[in-house]
């Protein structure tokens, strides 16, 4: 992480990750504004001294609804990768250390679904599940399963013929302790970093999916519900639009950034495209 801040475009990418983070925690707590609150007389207020970012169509603070929006989009698409990373390192360190028939089922289901975007696999998913907080974070987990099993198994099939792990088998080390104290932790920086780039593509996909309604229902504001809702205000209110759209570019943009900066520190290849 330090290596990573030492470039400057690390720094700044950095800095603007640690900014937005900060303002989605305490944001909505220090706002004097609700961001439910409605004050109809005041709606489609220009950005002013009393709303920095100006009002939407109900007269609710923009800036609080923006914060507020980051606290969701953000934790939405964070535990979804997490539970992601999680379920697809297990399933693929095992099917790249143990082989054989399991390997081949895992490695077809892999490739099946890597055969279909995200946003489609997504978008089926909501459908069965229902639109929700709890709809997306299951579709985005599901969509990105199979980046990571796929780059866990070629990492684990790489490290396995090691000679450290050829020493540590004949001294009597059981598969658990080869996969969890040997393998999985040296395994563990590409897929880190994968996960990281993967964060930028979740928080698209889960504005996308609140751009159409299937996010995080009202009140409760996502980025992409406040862009959805500020569409069709464009030349009214363009404000309404804009700063959610900048919220999200920005942010996809840091982590890039970050994510390149973190590859360039650990000497390694982009695992996004170091996969077999």
Do not use: C
Request: aromatic share 8%.
């Amino acid at each position: 992480m330090r290596r990573s801040f030492s470039r400057p475009s690390g720094a700044l990418a950095g800095a603007w990750l640690i900014l937005v983070v900060l303002g989605a925690i305490f944001g909505p707590i220090l706002s004097p504004y609700a961001y439910d609150a409605q004050v109809l007389k005041e709606a489609f207020g220009p950005p002013s001294a009393g709303h920095f970012l100006g009002t939407d169509e109900f007269g609710r603070d923009l800036l609080t609804r923006l914060l507020q929006g980051a606290r969701t989009s953000l934790a939405v698409s964070s535990i979804s990768i997490l539970i992601s990373v999680t379920a697809g390192l297990t399933i693929g360190a095992a099917a790249g250390y143990f082989g054989g028939v399991f390997d081949r089922i895992v490695t077809a289901m892999v490739d099946l679904t890597w055969s279909f975007p995200e946003i489609l696999i997504a978008l089926i998913l909501v459908a069965i599940i229902g639109p929700g907080v709890s709809g997306t974070m299951a579709a985005i987990a599901v969509a990105y399963l199979a980046q990571f099993a796929r780059l866990a198994r070629a990492q684990i099939m790489t490290l396995k013929g090691e000679t450290y792990i050829e020493a540590a088998r004949s001294l009597g080390a059981g598969h658990g302790h080869l996969l969890f104290r040997h393998l999985i932790p040296n395994a563990l920086a590409p897929v880190l970093v994968s996960a990281m780039l993967a964060t930028g593509d979740a928080i698209i996909l889960e504005a996308t999916l609140g751009f159409f309604g299937l996010g995080a229902q009202p009140p409760m504001p996502s980025w992409g519900s406040m862009m959805s809702s500020g569409s069709a205000l464009l030349f009214k209110a363009p404000w309404i639009i804009i700063f959610p759209g900048l919220a999200v570019g920005s942010t996809v943009i840091a982590i890039n950034l970050f994510g390149d900066a973190l590859i360039a520190a650990l000497d390694i290849r982009d695992p996004r495209r170091s996969q077999p």
